[in-house]
């Protein structure tokens, strides 16, 4: 027990089976900026935001951000390593590509070179699921704030870059995200011991092994968060593939 309560991350004490539901997150100041937030997207006047659909991606992502920091999945995320991961997967596969819609028209003149935005997300998702930095974020509001932070915006960009690249070269920086992504998802489900001491005890009254837990987590990298980088590299092609059969000129029969 003392162990477990070294680790007291923003979400809080890893809650037990009978006591998650009841752990809404209701720090005021996530609270107030989401109100702020709600307030500028669902008012009358059109705003800053060019269309209909970036003002609905926005909407969305807001939507995502409740789910994940407010509801009980924020409480759960201490409880489970598998959970955290869920969670940084849909920060980077799913609020991430909504801001990168929403905010495009304002974020025009940010410099977005394909490659080098590919490298920095990867290695952001990478050092913040090394074992000394995740442990260092779970123990640090400041340092968790940081993890969240640059995930999200590492994510942005890239989507940015993706959108604003040539279709062949989108689809080989998601191919590649792809790969870096299931190869961590690999080493985390084949790992021979748990690494992840903040979940060496949280897990233990659900009765789940921290290793179990790990292995689970490796496998949502590896399977769902692969999967959907392939998903987004199959739209990319077949919307180029409709581009170019609609710049043929069409052939009359003689």
């Not at 060496?200 to 921290?210: D, G, K, N, Q, Y």
Request: some cysteine.
């Amino acid at each position: 027990m003392d162990e477990a309560r070294r680790w007291i991350p923003y979400c809080g004490e890893a809650p037990g089976p009978e006591a998650w539901l009841s752990r809404w997150n209701l720090d005021p100041v996530l609270g107030a900026c989401l109100l702020l937030l709600a307030v500028a997207l669902w008012r009358p006047a059109p705003g800053p935001f060019a269309t209909t659909g970036q003002r609905c991606s926005l909407r969305l992502a807001w939507a995502a951000v409740v789910v994940l920091y407010v509801s009980p999945l924020c409480a759960l995320s201490s409880t489970f390593f598998t959970v955290r991961v869920v969670h940084h997967i849909a920060l980077v596969l799913g609020v991430a590509p909504l801001l990168a819609h929403g905010l495009q028209g304002g974020l025009s003149r940010l410099p977005t070179p394909l490659w080098s935005s590919t490298a920095v997300a990867a290695a952001c998702f990478w050092t913040w699921h090394a074992p000394a930095p995740y442990a260092a974020a779970l123990s640090s509001t400041v340092v968790y704030a940081l993890m969240q932070l640059t995930l999200l915006a590492s994510a942005t960009v890239f989507w940015l870059a993706v959108r604003r690249a040539a279709p062949a070269a989108a689809m080989g920086a998601i191919l590649a995200t792809t790969v870096q992504m299931g190869l961590l998802g690999a080493l985390l489900t084949f790992a021979a011991r748990p690494l992840y001491a903040p979940h060496f005890a949280s897990t233990l009254s659900w009765r789940v092994a921290p290793l179990a837990d790990q292995q689970l987590a490796g496998l949502t990298m590896w399977a769902p968060g692969s999967i959907a980088y392939l998903v987004a590299a199959m739209w990319i092609g077949w919307r180029w593939m409709r581009a170019e059969r609609a710049r043929e000129p069409d052939i009359k029969p003689a």
